[in-house]
DNA sequence: ATTGAAGGATTGTTGAACAATCCTTACCCT
DNA sequence: AGGGTAAGGATTGTTCAACAATCCTTCAAT
């Protein structure tokens, strides 16, 4: 009887150990730059010098590069060779795209919703929460990460490790664009009575009602991303 | 009217001469890799000692490591800090959420398949046709790689790059179970017929019977896999 | 048998150096 | 004046050598 109870005790030591110090410099590096580009200080299309880089965070060359070719993982970079990296701008093709695996992957977990566990089914009423209090105290940035959060946790129905890890490249994309385009408040508000139907028709088993809203919500939200984009140029 | 078939000529060079010298040594290392690891050549597990991979390749450390990072970023490599990076070895959880993966995405595509561009459905065509002709001239891996493309044209027929991105990992990561299982001919050559008939359906826009013959090719694909991976331990 | 402490081996990180490429500027020619 | 060209500086690509940090093995001690 003793050994289940400390053998899942020892699971959570080891999980929780991963996390601790095993971090190399140029991820957090990374860390750091990420920060920098979703917050919108670096704006799409910037370039980030290797040296003016490696003086102002000291850290040499070598690593500073690493870092790079992790954030050129995620797509936030772009590395032009012999020219150096940038953040990333996307083109009309890329939002596209961004909505056509938003779709895919988001309606197959409200689909699968029923079968999704209690623990999954929570997070996404939890995002819905934190929109609507962010809302209460008017911190319209905080009602955009919730909103992405929200639709990180749908994808996240279909319990899949890969599918979480594909959505939330996706959706840092996205914010790409959205500070591309100004006034949070205008673009994210409108978005909270609609997740909040969506979680109420997720809890009620409702999935295919689920799905028609989910899809209606992101076909407004790409055309007005586009509409905004085209205006741009 | 020479101005727009003038700028299509001068695109279609553009992206030929993309591919042409742009390649950084460090992508051409990962090249070389890459194929040691899905010839089966280097197993899951195998360790990849830094310092004898410089001398036998005659690269500097600072670009292998590169090479390992971007290997590491197709799941084909795992990194372990200060202790190495080493072939990925997949768990049967990872096996299973390879097959939860290849059920969205592939089933999507088929789903969609009567709006997809005639050029993705060829593709389809071809790679069962290629498996086809491997399997009289008996060259089974050969039908095994056919059989990957197969799979790969049908969730491209999402159109999407970036599903195309992640299905290329997904299979890649799969290459690393078929040669933890002997014998590809018994393991490949069932299927074939079942491919042809998957096209057929496609063909004639049948697509409702051609997911459900695809659901029952990735059931019995992952029951078989899933048997002799628990047989290997 | 378990613990603890050297010791060697491997990885993490740095700095400097040189080659290759790009970009700017100034020049020359028509 | 305008366009092509060559030189120069600036930036990136790649390598090398060194040291610090960490891991793994061995061996001794309790």
Chains 1, 2 share one sequence.
């Not at 150990?17 to 990374?30: C, F, I, N, P």
Request: aromatic share 6%; hydrophobic share 40%.
């Amino acid at each position: 009887m003793t050994v289940p109870a400390q053998q899942r005790w020892l699971d959570g030591i080891a999980a929780a150990r991963h996390e601790l110090d095993r971090s190399s410099t140029a991820a957090r590096v990374a860390d750091l730059l990420r920060d920098e580009i979703t917050t919108g200080r670096l704006c799409p299309g910037d370039r980030l010098p290797e040296e003016d880089l490696c003086r102002a965070i000291k850290v040499s060359r070598n690593t500073m590069r690493e870092a790079f070719r992790l954030l050129v993982q995620e797509r936030l970079l772009v590395h032009e060779f012999n020219r150096g990296v940038f953040v990333r701008r996307l083109t009309g093709d890329d939002l596209a795209d961004l909505y056509r695996v938003r779709r895919i992957l988001e309606c197959e977990g409200v689909r699968g919703a029923r079968e999704a566990t209690p623990e999954a089914l929570a997070r996404v009423e939890a995002a819905v929460a934190d929109g609507e209090r962010a809302a209460e105290r008017e911190s319209w940035p905080d009602v955009g990460t919730a909103d992405i959060r929200f639709h990180q946790a749908l994808s996240a129905l279909c319990g899949s490790p890969r599918i979480d890890e594909m959505t939330r490249h996706i959706l840092a994309e996205l914010r790409l664009v959205f500070h591309e385009m100004g006034s949070p408040r205008e673009f994210h508000e409108p978005y909270l009575a609609r997740n909040r139907r969506m979680a109420d028709l997720l809890r009620a088993g409702e999935t295919e009602a689920a799905e028609r809203e989910l899809r209606s919500y992101l076909d407004d939200a790409e055309a007005q991303l586009t509409r905004a984009y085209r205006d741009a140029e």
